[in-house]
């Protein structure tokens, strides 16, 4: 005898609809909502050539794809860290430390490889680090996060003591600033971290445990997920990709100073929220991230190629963000018991 | 319609304080509550019986004004009257004691009382608080509380919390108040207190709509009784008119055989749980036991007397203080993670919080306890992840059109056979099961009941948490009993039978 | 069983405050760490026990107590305000420029409470209306008024304030100087408006148990938005007193001062979740911030480590209140 449940049933109607209705129905959730996104981002890109003659010039198409591989590669780790309905607020700040620490030493030592090791090594420090006070001192992610934050800044700060270092070797500079085959190495880069990502969250059961951890995180544990190693997994993961994030960004500036990529924390959320990926855990995707990325960078382009004051940029990513968790919400709201 | 009444009332017929006519509610794709006509008489104790889904909690929804009905009236002794809000239902006198309560925990008793109708101060928007505690205080003394008003809500139990609940319905001059379950968390002693309190309020004259599936209780407080199936108002009976099973049957919709029967296990397998001397922070104390492959062994007991807390500490859902836990020969030291890798399975208390990821997919929940061992290089495959999927989906029979359907979709029997899926498909061997048929129709339990006879007869070891003594009566080869966070005694298959359980269970008294 | 919403007495007898401190459980963790840290900057420093530093750090303390006292209430409604020191700062670079132009303070004044309001109601429709997490909507309205401050200033700073600006911070009345006035008076009227008030009891609500506010008929999203409403309109009462003190409006003022409110609050044993409240735990955890910044200064540690240093407070509170099994 059947119970009635009061939630609309997924799909339920696919059964009636017919033919391209019916088609778009039967798809499952994650494609649907990517191909929305999709198609935002080619309206986007029709817009933007109509807007402005400079949009659809090689130099420009080439600054957006530089941009946006940076935005994706940093967003692509805390993508996984939102999909355990977490948060890490600290990205930003663990950019500008790992990019002054490998500065520092590359200054010192003029060896590329230690600092490329150490710039990696610190964000994913600074990634566990966040994780043990998540899952050892039980503190809420975006507390804990952002008190890491500030400790971060501070401690950057203090080392650097309010100076620039700049001047790298070219070796170095290539990975931000360099090109193979006219496409930059940072591209690249974004397109095998895609690969990576999308493989590790879809194809590999941490990446199952990991959507089941933010869906439901008791349900996963008592279903022997190992949750809390999950958790320090993710923001280990957001952290070394942050690491990975301020070498480019070191490198195409060709400078640090204290406060250096501090601003990124908020496109970053802001493409993985755009992305589709929920902000209560269990839905989302690494390519929504890198789309994501693209109608941020994309927004931020036009807005420079129209002679908008830069100023207006967080404030344009402000609203962005708050409009797609509006949206998230409206289309989530009935799915949360 | 003739209103059968009690032969001790006076002969003439009264008006209800609340009649109810052909309401009806629909939520999208569901009819929740189908022309239900119903009246309620100042000073009686009316029973609403109904199996999770029939629309008793959209009928209290609908009585306090948290939804408006689609269609139908409403009279209030016999003067038609519109529900559309908490306010109108609070003008009408309209209570409702739901079982998660309404209560916040950081403002004191007198607070919460008065919430929303603090009396004034003497600016606008000062609250008296002096005035607010004498008033309080005269609640809570008619019916017979001994907390102090000030007393933070938080800092109370939960029996204790759910008196502050019917004060704080009395202070809005409820006469018509509707109680959820009241005694679901209640000890013996506080479910006493709780009839007293019926009691008072019944000579004081106030109606009252108590939804309950303990047909103890039903006979003992209830005056009249009603009972719904999907939506509809099926049956009325006099309590003296009438017995449990067709109560049951009414309920269910056709005759239902209660008694489950099964084969007992003649020879008990190898040693699958022992625990010795557990002690846990939880509350359980010294807590011996054993089950062994091929037995259904029951662990009974009232609510509150430890038996999830022994379930949890034995799955390492919570640590333990003292004592070992050994699961076939192994200890059990760590967390659930652990206890998987040993072959235990844990069914928990609440599915949908507990056992099952609800926006995800059936599958998705099938192959979650499993992933190690279907994919030990860690690449997932989806189509072998299906294809298992498909398997237990059949093998269960779970009521889905696949694989992929969202598993908060599904009714609550199905869902729990996801959950008990999940666990076949990680191969355990022990299985404890909470309360494995709470909010599953009578069908769908017969279903689980069956499944779990077929897991024992596959030389698996279960160990089974009910509240439902005909369950454990029934369908265990012996069971533990309980009492106050210890192991009150255990009781062999032929020495089984609710009375002994029960005194077990109770303090001598 | 403690019993911490019986609102303190007025001081009147300060032995009987300090047993209600004993008894409220995670506030006396918060005083405890204040003295700890009185004692240990005035051991390694020599100024700190001056008489003029201990009244410089109150003073210096108002303007964080004037954002912590609303953060409060936000925090315990299980909401957050990240946008507060933007805020700020763009209120501190209006009331500014409006002052600079008008050579007064009262349309200046009108000016910065328009902005927090307006910044108050964005926050709190966002929350309330719209379902958007506190600390989304924050963020998202942070870089907004980020933003905007650099925009009307252009990144340059404002400088020429009229002096009847500057005696707001540099003022005094009975010997009380301005600021410490200002502060006293907002304490008070949220201590009365939290414990003593309808309102106050229906923020507790709006944490502790937003359903039950709702089935007893309250509009509890007009109490949502008027929470951080109040947050941005005590913002903008802030940037008086910001702009009295830095003589100036400059587009990155009070850049990330919410974070010490959020901090002050935390260490104050202010929960944040189920409505838990303390409003002198947050005076509390105000004077610890003010005094940790303090002594940092005399040992000539820069402000950024001083953050790191706030940071780290936070989480040693934090830590305090789960080892008392506060947190569950």
């Known amino acids: 005898m059947k119970t009635p449940t009061l939630s609309s049933p997924a799909g339920a109607s696919a059964q009636n609809a017919s033919g391209l209705q019916g088609l778009w129905q039967a798809l499952p959730d994650p494609v649907r909502s990517v191909a929305f996104r999709l198609l935002a981002l080619g309206l986007l890109c029709l817009a933007l050539s109509l807007a402005s003659d400079a949009f659809l010039t090689t130099t420009n198409i080439v600054n957006v794809l530089r941009q946006a591989a940076l935005l994706f590669l940093l967003a692509s780790g805390v993508t996984l860290v939102i999909l355990t309905a977490g948060l890490d607020l600290s990205v930003g700040a663990n950019v500008a430390m790992s990019a002054c620490l490998a500065a520092t030493l590359m200054k010192a030592t003029g060896s590329i490889t230690l600092a490329v090791f150490a710039g990696l090594g610190c964000g994913l420090l600074i990634g566990i680090a966040n994780g043990l006070l998540i899952t050892l001192l039980r503190l809420p992610p975006f507390i804990a996060t952002y008190g890491m934050l500030w400790i971060l800044h501070g401690v950057t700060y203090w080392f650097m003591k309010g100076e620039t270092i700049h001047g790298f070797p070219p070796a170095f500079r290539a990975i931000g600033s360099g090109h193979w085959l006219g496409i930059p190495i940072p591209v690249y880069l974004m397109v095998a971290f895609l690969f990576i990502g999308v493989l590790f969250a879809q194809r590999t059961r941490w990446g199952q445990e990991i959507y089941a951890v933010g869906a439901n995180p008791e349900a996963a544990r008592l279903s022997g997920v190992p949750v809390k190693s999950r958790l320090v997994l993710v923001y280990a993961v957001s952290g070394a990709m942050a690491g990975l994030a301020s070498l480019i960004f070191l490198a195409r500036l060709n400078s640090a100073e204290g406060d250096i990529g501090e601003a990124l924390t908020l496109p970053a959320i802001a493409a993985v929220l755009i992305g589709g990926t929920s902000l209560f855990g269990g839905v989302g995707s690494v390519f929504g991230t890198l789309v994501g990325a693209l109608i941020l960078t994309l927004v931020l382009n036009g807005m420079n190629l129209l002679a908008i004051s830069s100023n207006w940029q967080p404030v344009v990513t402000g609203v962005i963000v708050v409009l797609a968790v509006f949206l998230d919400n409206l289309t989530r709201k009935g799915d949360r018991k | ?509 | 069983m403690h019993e911490m919403t019986v609102r303190a007495e007025p001081v009147a007898g300060v032995g009987k405050l300090i047993a209600r401190l004993k008894h409220a459980g995670s506030a006396s963790g918060a005083l405890m760490m204040l003295i700890v840290l009185c004692a240990v900057f005035a051991f390694s420093t020599e100024n700190f026990l001056d008489g003029a530093n201990l009244v410089n750090v109150a003073v210096q303390s108002t303007i964080l107590l004037l954002l912590a006292l609303p953060m409060t209430l936000i925090i315990m409604t299980e909401g957050l305000d990240l946008s507060m020191g933007a805020v700020l700062t763009l209120a501190n670079v209006v009331l500014a420029t409006v002052a600079v132009n008008t050579g007064g303070v009262s349309l200046a004044l009108l000016a910065a409470l328009g902005v927090g309001l307006a910044f108050g109601l964005v926050n709190g429709t966002l929350v309330s209306r719209l379902g958007i997490p506190p600390f989304v909507a924050t963020l998202g309205t942070l870089g907004a008024a980020q933003g905007l401050a650099l925009v009307v200033t252009d990144g340059q700073s404002v400088v020429g304030i009229p002096a009847s600006v500057q005696m707001f911070y540099s003022g005094a009345f009975l010997g009380v100087p301005a600021p410490i006035w200002i502060a006293g008076i907002a304490y008070a009227a949220f201590h009365g408006v939290l414990y003593h008030t309808r309102f106050g009891a229906n923020v507790f609500a709006l944490g502790g148990n937003r359903e039950a506010l709702t089935l007893a008929g309250v509009r509890t999203r007009l109490y949502l938005v008027a929470v951080y409403v109040i947050g941005g309109l005590m913002a903008g009462l802030a940037a008086l007193l910001l702009t009295a003190r830095i003589s100036s409006g400059h587009p990155t003022a009070a850049l990330g001062m919410e974070f010490d409110a959020i901090a002050a609050v935390a260490v104050g044993g202010t929960s944040f979740e189920k409505g838990k409240g303390w409003l002198l735990g947050t005076l509390i955890g105000v004077l610890a911030v003010g005094v940790l910044r303090n002594g940092l200064n005399l040992m000539g540690v820069t402000s950024a480590v001083q953050v790191s240093a706030i940071g780290l407070l936070v989480i040693l509170a934090l830590m305090i209140d789960a080892f008392r099994g506060k947190q569950s």
């Open chain 2, 1 to 509: 319609m003739t209103i059968p009444h009690d032969p001790a009332a006076p002969a003439t017929p009264r008006v209800p304080i609340l009649e109810l006519r052909g309401i009806s509610k629909r939520f999208t794709g569901v009819q929740a509550l189908d022309d239900v006509s119903f009246e309620l008489h100042e000073g009686e104790v009316h029973m609403l019986l109904g199996e999770n889904g029939a629309g008793k909690s959209t009928l209290m929804k609908v009585l306090c004004g948290a939804h408006t009905a689609d269609a139908g009236e409403f009279f209030h002794r016999g003067e038609p009257v519109v529900i559309g809000g908490p306010a109108d239902a609070q003008r009408l006198g309209i209570a409702v004691i739901f079982q998660e309560f309404t209560l916040v925990p950081y403002l004191s008793v007198a607070q919460n009382i008065f919430l929303g109708r603090e009396p004034r101060g003497r600016l606008p928007g000062l609250v008296d608080h002096a005035r607010m505690r004498r008033e309080a205080q005269v609640i809570m003394d008619q019916l017979g509380m001994t907390l102090r008003p000030d007393t933070v809500v938080a800092t109370l139990g939960v029996a204790q919390q759910q008196m502050v609940e019917i004060a704080k319905a009395l202070s809005q001059q409820a006469r018509i108040v509707v109680l959820d379950e009241p005694t679901a968390a209640l000890s013996d002693n506080e479910t006493e207190k709780l009839f007293a309190m019926i009691e008072t309020l019944k000579r004081q004259g106030v109606a009252m709509v108590y939804i309950s599936h303990r047909m103890a209780e039903v006979f003992s407080m209830g005056d009249r009784i009603t009972v719904l199936r999907d939506g509809k108002k099926v049956g009325f009976r006099m309590p003296g008119e009438t017995a449990p099973d067709e109560l049951v049957s009414l309920m269910v919709g056709r005759k239902v055989d209660m008694s489950y029967s099964r084969t007992y296990c003649a020879a008990p397998g190898e040693l699958a749980l022992r625990l010795q001397g557990v002690s846990a922070r939880s509350g359980i104390q010294d807590v011996s036991l054993e089950v062994r492959a091929g037995e259904i062994v029951g662990l009974a007991g009232l609510v509150g007397s430890g038996r999830t807390e022994v379930a949890r500490a034995i799955f390492g859902a919570d640590p333990i203080a003292a004592g070992r836990i050994e699961i076939f020969g192994r200890p059990q030291t760590g967390g659930p993670t652990q206890a998987r890798r040993l072959g235990a399975a844990l069914i928990p208390e609440s599915r949908k919080a507990q056992g099952l990821a609800l926006i995800r997919s059936v599958g998705e929940n099938l192959v979650l306890a499993s992933l190690p061992r279907l994919f030990p290089s860690g690449l997932f495959s989806p189509s072998k992840a299906a294809a298992q999927a498909r398997e237990l989906i059949t093998r269960l029979r779970i009521a889905t059109p696949g694989p992929d359907r969202r598993v908060g979709v599904l009714s609550g029997g199905n869902q729990q056979k996801v959950v008990i899926g999940k666990w076949l498909s990680a191969e355990a061997k022990l299985f404890i099961f909470d309360e494995p048929t709470r909010g599953i129709d009578v069908g769908a339990k017969a279903e689980i009941f069956s499944l779990i006879d077929a897991l024992v007869r596959k030389g698996a070891a279960v160990l089974m948490i009910s509240s439902e003594l005909s369950e454990i009566v029934n369908v265990c080869d012996r069971t533990y009993v309980m009492r106050e966070g210890r192991v009150a005694g255990e009781l062999a298959r032929d020495a089984m039978s609710e009375e002994a359980i029960l005194t077990l269970g109770m303090h001598h008294a």
